[in-house]
């Protein structure tokens, strides 16, 4: 009982605007820029540092909108792991929160290391403390791991102890670098000549432009501070709008921080004599890129002859401890997400009542800080956090795509991002690009990162997926049978209840018939959304009774399939099945109104027609008649196409007959042969040509006059088969479409289709 109550308890919501903002600008101002300047001034040259800082903050920007957006829809522990399990299911979601954990992790032994290193080296230069270089390594590891046990305790006092300490350790680390970039200005206001420093503006030795890419790789790993902030949904004070502000701000800022850091350290040296390698005089770029990670702090040190090596070391120590905070706080709610929803053992998501935090999923994470703490290779294992980070942000931006397609009308979002989706598209391309460039510098990456993650599909394939816990945006199979073979065009029949079963058989049996189809037969249980998912079960007897109707008319004639699902969105749950099961065709019913705001067929049709990769039949009110007199409106195109080869196959076979009837518009310049049209397609259709008649008819409004000829008591038809609009999306937005008021105003039997459109449907397919 007492495991279960702490199971159900929640994280405290104890961080406000400030407190998350400056949580991701720790994670980011860390050691990466006293680190990754010098390298980067000496591999791309004295422009490039500037250029490397500023397109890699341009990227950041693209991707922490991705995450902004998702973060304010669903704001919950678990950053990337959360966007992935909504958009792709476990499997992809695991992986995420996998690496997630270790990426930040691993971070997180680097700043203690790096912490340490300044710290311990700072004080033997003093000559406070005469030691070895043996010693000097032993003192660096015994200080890392005292640093990092100190800031996992910071941890486990709570996420309000952890914001303010955090909050503190940045500002002061902010500060220092705003400093620095002020006196390298202040610097080339008095001496102009120092703008020479900046020829050549490339390092052309490294190919020049190519060597961006590298560097903009090797130092991605310094923008990531918006995934902490994604990881706080839980404990920030109205999360839908303070997180996005919170990670937008970060990047902004941190990417400001950096051009002029990054511009004070070239202009900080002097040409002249005395800056010499190896004896041979050099310019003030490749002096300073000469030491390498210590090169900024170099660098420094001329800019600020007094004091300028303390400074520095203050820096490097607020810099390294806030960005150990952050990461130890966001590698635990990784693992603590993974175990709330059993991708993990479930003690990983206990919480502690008095401190409201996570503090199994804290020690399995002070395990791994502190173990790497003291044998870590800081170079290799940097370069596969990084390239780890650089993977996560590709996964997210892929997420955020795919959630806005398919669940946009379902979340409730705080922050919607600008010019969607070319900016999330932009960032996939370019971080695969930097992914690929980083083996450059850092080849171990593609070894160590590949083994994690290749571990993590091993747990996944043989411990969480058979227990990970339902979410409840989840879809859930309940029941389902399958019938032998895997070949044949195929027919999904969506079974809403008894009611509208049998309506659906006659109709789908003459199409089976006409395609020689296999059949699935799919009910999307209703929930209520108070019933928690483990219930689900309980809800099935209204569609068991449907699809047993169904099935006792197409079993003896057709392959057939069934299968019960569960998901709060039934529009999504249609669509999700069409795609798992490769169909060809959905068929499904339409009461013929919409009760829904924002949607012009309904919420569960509008949705379908616009998402499923396939054919799409759309039936109302059509019962079990036999239709004689079928008139099918065309405009050409697929969708006419279909409605014509539909209306033929659903016609009496022996008495039907069809009317392709088109509205040419008053004063129209190219006329549309109606007959011409038909004569094309006749091999699609069931219908001799002599029982097909062509029609125009000019009309200044197109979607009255198809209904009054839908009205005509001398035609007397009795089924009507319409092509669903072509109209862009924003066309229809501002101004109801021609088939959408015919269908909605139609008072006789209609069938509403749409035709797959090729790359557009594999497109929609995957994604």
């Known amino acids: 009982m007492d495991r279960d109550r702490q199971l159900s308890s929640e994280l405290s919501r104890d961080l406000s605007l400030f407190h998350v903002t400056m949580m991701g600008l720790g994670m980011m101002i860390g050691a990466g820029v006293f680190l990754g300047t010098g390298k980067t001034i000496g591999y791309a040259g004295p422009g490039g540092v500037l250029l490397t800082f500023a397109l890699n903050g341009l990227i950041a920007l693209f991707t922490a ?11 919950r522990a678990g950053g990337a792991y959360n966007f992935a399990r909504v958009a792709f299911g476990r499997g992809t979601s695991f992986v995420a929160g996998w690496m997630e954990w270790f990426a930040s992790s691993v971070a997180g032994s680097l700043y203690a290391v790096c912490f340490a290193t300044y710290t311990v080296r700072f004080f033997a230069g003093l000559g406070l403390v005469p030691i070895t270089a043996t010693q000097e390594a032993v003192a660096v590891r015994i200080v890392a791991v005292l640093v990092a046990a100190a800031f996992i305790y910071i941890n486990y006092r709570g996420a309000s102890e952890t914001g303010k300490v955090g909050a503190v350790m940045t500002v002061a680390q902010t500060l220092f670098l705003v400093f620095i ?26 190919g020049g432009w190519r060597s961006l890419l590298v560097t903009m790789g090797f130092t991605a790993v310094a923008f990531e501070g918006y995934e902490v902030i994604a990881q706080a949904g839980d404990e920030t004070v109205n999360p839908r709008k303070n997180i996005p502000k919170a990670m937008l701000y970060s990047v902004l800022i941190v990417t400001l921080t950096y051009v002029a850091c990054a511009f004070a350290a070239v202009v900080a040296v002097k040409a002249g004599p005395g800056l ?72 990983f998501s206990i919480i502690s009542e008095r401190r409201k935090t996570p503090w199994v999923a804290l020690c399995f994470t002070a395990a791994i800080v502190l173990g790497v703490a003291g044998l870590l290779n800081a170079d290799q294992v940097a370069s596969s956090a990084s ?91 309940i029941e389902e049978e399958r019938a032998p073979g895997d070949e044949g065009y195929r027919v999904m029949v969506a079974v809403a209840n008894p009611d509208n079963a049998l309506s659906l058989v006659k109709h789908t049996y003459a199409v089976c018939r006409a395609k020689q189809a ?45 299968t019960l699902r569960y998901c709060r969105n039934v529009a999504r749950g249609i669509v999700s099945a069409v795609r798992e099961k490769r169909v060809q065709l959905l068929i499904m019913g339409w009461h013929g109104r919409s009760l829904s705001s924002g949607f012009t067929l309904g919420s569960t049709v509008d949705p379908v ?36 080869e539909i209306a033929s196959i659903l016609a009496d076979r022996e008495e039907g007959t069809l009317t392709a009837f088109h509205v040419a518009s008053q004063g129209g310049r190219r006329p549309f042969d109606v007959d011409a049209f038909v004569g094309e397609h006749l091999d699609r259709m069931e219908l001799p040509r002599t029982r097909i008649t062509a029609r125009t008819q000019v009309a200044r ?40 008021r015919v269908a909605k105003f139609c008072a006789k039997p209609l069938v509403m289709v749409k035709a797959s459109a090729g790359i557009q449907s594999f497109i929609k397919r995957w994604i």
């Open 518 to 562: 296999r059949v699935e037969l799919l009910h999307m249980v209703r929930v209520p959304d108070q019933v928690p998912l483990s219930d689900a079960h309980k809800y099935t007897a209204e569609g068991k009774e449907a699809v047993t109707e169904t099935m006792l008319y197409l079993a003896p004639m057709f392959p057939l399939s069934t």
């Open 181 to 206: 970039g002020i006196v390298g200005f202040v610097v080339v206001l008095r001496d102009p000549s120092r703008l020479d420093n900046f020829s050549p503006f490339l390092n052309h030795s490294h």
């Open 65 to 75: 909108m991705s995450y902004a957006e998702l973060s304010s829809a669903i704001p």
């Open 701 to 740: 409004n197109a979607a009255q006059a198809i209904l009054a000829e839908i009205e005509n008591p001398a035609a007397d038809y009795d089924l009507v088969v319409l092509g669903c609009t072509r109209d862009p999306k924003l066309y229809q937005f501002t101004r109801e479409s021609v088939p959408e």
């Open 276 to 347: 010499t390698i190896g004896g041979r005089e050099v310019a003030p770029w490749e002096w300073i890129g000469h030491f390498g990670g210590k090169g900024f702090g170099a660098a420094v040190e001329r800019l600020l002859p007094r004091g300028g090596g303390l400074l520095v070391m203050l820096a490097v120590i607020f810099a390294s401890t806030s960005a150990l905070n952050a990461t130890i706080y966001s590698a635990t709610r990784a693992s603590y997400a993974l175990g709330r929803d059993r991708m993990l053992p479930a003690f």
């Open 609 to 644: 027609i616009e998402r499923v990769p396939c054919n799409v039949l759309i039936l109302k009110n059509c019962g079990d008649q036999t239709f004689k007199r079928v008139l099918v409106p065309v405009a050409g195109g697929p969708n006419s196409v279909f409605a014509l």
């Open 387 to 477: 390239i780890m980070f650089l993977l996560l942000f590709f996964l997210v931006n892929l997420c955020v795509i795919k959630i806005r397609y398919n669940m946009g009308d379902e979340l409730h979002y705080g922050f919607v991002m600008p010019l969607f989706p070319l900016l999330p598209v932009l960032a996939i391309l370019l971080q695969g690009l930097l992914a690929v460039f980083l083996h450059e510098m850092g080849p171990i990456a593609w070894v160590i990162a590949p083994c994690w993650i290749g571990g993590g599909i091993v747990i996944y394939r043989f411990y969480s997926r058979h227990r990970a816990a339902p979410t409840a945006d989840e879809i859930t199979v």
